[in-house]
């Protein structure tokens, strides 16, 4: 009798650790695995595919991330195709029918929010071209907050008992980034604009109302021209500005219109670190704001 009992109790011990286990989730990038760490906290137990210097456009399919896929509860990527090159054939690999697009395990912040530079042609001899819209929404806290929230939802469908807590920490993040936008629209309110290297920070521009000044890509993902570079430094010439590039894009071509125009020229990652909570993603906006800004 007592060794029944005793059997017992170890099953219903078994049975309440597999209850509280957290949810195994998958996230393409830093920026969504910081909002992943911003809303599901200690609840999740979480792999992150790409680090802050790496290309989403040009990552190969790596069997460590069809291990982390295989198990996931979740993936959370950016989506509007920026990972179509390889995480459909990651997760086909990885043989979860969990996390199979249109499934409770899916899900895409893009898909959350509208996109910008939507509707155009879907040709690939126009360079990296997105017509579903331009994917790089993580760099607008805003619809950081919408893509926040709808997690929460969907993480509160998976985990029912976590529910109210993926909704507080949703909203916690909600009013850091209300209580931010303020100081970084200040910040931003006579900047002079911004030549970026392709157009992967425009959803922060256009949240600030700072004028996007040019790309060093004429051709998107195409490296540029010679003849591109000197008719865009003589557009520009004596104006005001800055360049942004990211670490895997090329330093020459940005480094040489930064001297050809007198300006500042920022090598400056998209991501958040690699670790990064819902705070250190805004600490990397801190670190934008900071270049963009005008200098006294």
Request: aromatic share 6%.
């Amino acid at each position: 009798m007592l060794k029944r009992l005793l059997l017992t109790f170890i099953g219903l011990v078994c049975l309440g650790n597999a209850w509280a286990a957290p949810l195994e989730v998958v996230a393409t990038s830093s920026s969504m695995g910081a909002l992943v760490r911003a809303v599901a906290g200690e609840r999740a137990t979480l792999s992150v595919l790409a680090g802050p210097d790496r290309d989403l456009h040009q990552l190969q399919v790596k069997p460590s991330m069809i291990r982390a896929l295989r198990t996931a509860d979740l993936v959370v990527a950016i989506g509007a195709e920026l990972e179509i090159g390889w995480l459909p054939p990651a997760i086909a690999s990885a043989a979860n029918p969990a996390i199979q697009p249109g499934r409770e395990g899916y899900f895409e912040a893009a898909a959350q929010v509208p996109l910008l530079d939507a509707g155009g042609a879907a040709d690939r001899a126009l360079g990296d071209v997105h017509p579903i819209g331009n994917p790089h929404v993580d760099l607008d806290p805003v619809r950081m907050v919408t893509i926040a929230r709808a997690l929460a939802e969907r993480l509160a469908r998976l985990d029912a008992s976590g529910a109210e807590s993926y909704r507080r920490a949703a909203e916690t993040f909600a009013s850091a980034v209300e209580q931010r936008l303020p100081q970084w629209q200040a910040r931003l309110k006579n900047a002079p604009g911004v030549v970026l290297y392709h157009r992967d920070a425009i959803y922060l521009l256009d949240r600030f109302g700072v004028p996007l000044l040019g790309t060093i890509e004429a051709v998107p993902g195409v490296p540029p021209s010679g003849r591109y570079l000197s008719e865009l430094a003589a557009k520009l010439k004596g104006t005001a500005g800055v360049i942004i590039f990211a670490p895997y894009q090329a330093s020459k071509a940005p480094t040489k219109l930064a001297r050809d125009l007198g300006w500042r020229a920022e090598r400056l990652s998209l991501e958040p670190p690699l670790k990064a909570d819902g705070n250190g993603y805004l600490a990397h906006l801190d670190l934008w704001v900071d270049a963009i800004a005008p200098r006294p």
